[in-house]
């Protein structure tokens, strides 16, 4: 003892760390899907073995190089035995498939996009590209990480973190798929945002309760 004052023992300064970290963890908040128009590509309505040429019922675009570049499709058995949503999936012939969302890019936010990706029992695997946009500018994709077996799918996921401030905040949110060559099949879009984790959520300082007296506990996040 020293001045009146007694040092905290090192063993529980290892439990104010320990706690603060599971302070920290609890700031996560659970995430939250944004709206996309058509994400399983059923607005369409279709026979089985049909597909649209170029063109999508809603919420899609198709920017394709040569006509036939892609679309919504209604796969048969030769194809598929079964689709991750619905009975329809969106094609790629090395067409571009688009969506500019109502969502915009915030800040601090960490942003999840989520595709199932598939390979044709008839076909062979092109290859393909997903891409997470804010206006003109690709934050993240996806280069064909991930490769199906004949007649599955695969889920590809992107993930993005938003800087605290920069120039693309606020720009529109845009999803993009395409194949490299003859046939991409995509299913099962989805995008989900939660608040950064840890850092730039958590207060200052922690107060903690150490028998009869209250530690303050500096958080290491903070500058």
């Known amino acids: 003892m020293k001045n009146g004052r007694r040092k905290v023992p090192s063993l529980f300064r290892v439990f104010v760390s320990v706690l603060l970290l599971v302070l920290l963890a609890s700031t996560a908040s659970a995430q939250t899907a944004l709206s996309i128009i058509n994400p399983g590509f059923e607005s369409d309505i279709l026979a089985a073995g049909a597909a649209t040429t170029d063109v999508f019922a809603a919420g899609w675009t ?106 693309l905040l606020g720009q529109n949110l845009k999803i993009v798929l395409l194949a490299n060559g003859i046939q991409g099949i995509f299913d099962a879009v989805s995008l989900s945002t939660s608040q950064a984790t840890g850092c730039g959520t958590v207060p200052s300082k922690e107060y903690i309760r150490l028998g009869n007296r209250i530690v303050a506990v500096e958080n290491p996040c903070t500058p």
């Open 62 to 167: 198709c920017a394709a190089v040569p006509s036939g570049g892609c679309g919504a499709f209604h796969p048969q058995a030769a194809q598929f035995g079964s689709v991750p949503e619905g009975v329809n999936v969106a094609y790629s012939n090395g067409g571009t498939i688009s969506q500019v969302l109502a969502a915009t890019l915030s800040s601090n936010t960490l942003y999840t996009l989520t595709v199932k990706v598939g390979k044709r029992l008839d076909l062979n695997f092109p290859g393909y590209v997903i891409q997470l946009m804010a206006g003109n500018t690709v934050l993240a994709q996806d280069n064909s990480t991930v490769s199906p077996a004949s007649g599955a799918f695969l889920s590809s996921t992107i993930t993005y973190q938003s800087p605290v401030s920069g120039p």
